[in-house]
């Protein structure tokens, strides 16, 4: 079965730190590039950041830029998101995606970890 | 960056109705569209993608249409199990932006 499953979430104070990550299975993991998206709490989807297969793409989300850092391992089948600097605005629910070789699209998502920013 | 808006933010119909959503993109995106169905408390799943390919497993009453900067998605007969938020991107480059969502229930 194809399946993400993320952990790592939780509660931290402003300023803190925070490592998701994202274990893939059931397909070939370094195929595919993949994504972070966040839901803050009663709203709508955010895209956080990009990397490609290999790493040699990435992008952010002008949010989180400098703060955020996204990576992955293939070896292991799992994609990494280091958070630091938190801030409130921050919390949400963050949900692995992958990008379909055939859609372009999200195809897979994970179950979500929530994180939550609050002293 | 190219932004994303949708019309209805929220909408209410009768099992069976016809219902049009409308996504529009702030610069012309060719076909790079999705959509997406969020029921309350799950996760996103894809529905259409490239405008207008159904996802497979989706149910035949979705449809979307739409190129350049004006997209629809439209489900035929709405069914009790179609609410949901449903969120349009775009994807053809970074950042793959989302649209603000529209919410679907049952009048």
């Known amino acids: 079965e194809v399946q993400l499953v993320e952990s790592g979430g939780g509660l931290v104070k402003p300023g803190g730190s925070l490592r998701l990550s994202c274990a893939a299975s059931?397909?070939?993991?370094?195929?595919?590039?993949m994504n972070w998206v966040r839901q803050a709490p009663g709203k709508g989807l955010e895209w956080v950041s990009s990397?490609?297969?290999?790493?040699?793409?990435?992008y952010y989300a002008d949010s989180v830029k400098g703060r955020f850092t996204i990576s992955r391992d293939n070896a292991k089948n799992s994609l990494y998101l280091q958070m630091n600097s938190l801030r409130a605005e921050d919390t949400a629910v963050y949900y692995c995606a992958r990008v379909g070789r055939t859609t372009g699209a999200f195809d897979i998502w994970g179950q979500g970890t929530m994180v939550t920013v609050s002293s | 960056d190219i932004q994303m808006t949708q019309s209805p933010s929220s909408l209410s119909a009768s099992v069976g109705d016809r219902v049009t959503i409308t996504c529009r993109a702030s610069?012309?995106?060719?076909?790079?569209l999705a959509w997406y169905q969020q029921k309350p408390g799950k996760v996103p799943k894809l529905l259409i993608y490239?405008?207008?390919t159904l996802q497979s497993g989706v149910p035949s009453r979705f449809s979307g249409s739409g190129s350049g900067t004006d997209f629809t998605l439209t489900i035929s007969s709405l069914q009790p199990e179609d609410v949901a938020t449903y969120y349009c991107q775009k994807y053809n480059s970074a950042p793959p932006a989302f649209g603000p969502g529209t919410k679907v229930d049952i009048k």
């Open positions: 610069q012309g995106i060719s076909n790079y």
């Open positions: 490239a405008a207008s």
């Open positions: 990397i490609s297969s290999s790493s040699s793409y990435i």
């Open positions: 059931g397909f070939t993991f370094s195929s595919y590039s």
